[in-house]
């Protein structure tokens, strides 16, 4: 199995950045996906979660309105859409699997996730 992310880069404040998360190996329809991101000195934090069924979300507090999690089921591809990015947005980002129901969505914690990609750097700053 093998969760690609990718699409990160260098954007000013108020733009827009869309990661993806390319996955092999592991089907979505079974799968929950999270996307957490861990700045330097922080701890790593969840981000979003979308279900395996595709039809429930969870966002933390502090991208809610921002940031839109989605999935393409026949590329099997995972997307996070992040508008109105801020600096404190700045950070590593990773994809993360765990098998659960199709309307399950809780982003939970680190230790929820069993299967996690690479990160992709996200800087925001002008």
């Known amino acids: 199995f093998q969760l690609q992310a990718s699409g990160g880069g260098l954007v000013q404040p108020g733009g827009s950045l869309r990661l993806s998360c390319a996955v092999s190996?592991?089907?979505?329809?079974?799968?929950?996906i999270g996307w957490f991101r861990q700045a330097p000195g922080k701890e790593r934090e969840g981000v979003a979660c979308?279900?395996?069924?595709?039809?429930?979300?969870d966002y933390a507090d502090s991208v809610k309105g921002r940031f839109t999690i989605s999935r393409d089921y026949a590329k099997n591809t995972v997307y996070l859409q992040m508008n109105s990015l801020k600096s404190e947005d700045t950070a590593v980002y990773y994809c993360?699997?765990?098998?659960?129901?199709?309307?399950?969505?809780?982003?939970?914690?680190?230790?929820?996730?069993?299967?996690w990609g690479q990160g992709t750097q996200v800087t925001v700053s002008s």
């Open positions: 993360a699997a765990t098998a659960r129901g199709p309307y399950d969505s809780k982003l939970g914690r680190e230790i929820d996730y069993d299967y």
């Open positions: 979308q279900s395996s069924g595709g039809g429930s979300t």
């Open positions: 190996g592991l089907s979505l329809d079974y799968h929950a």
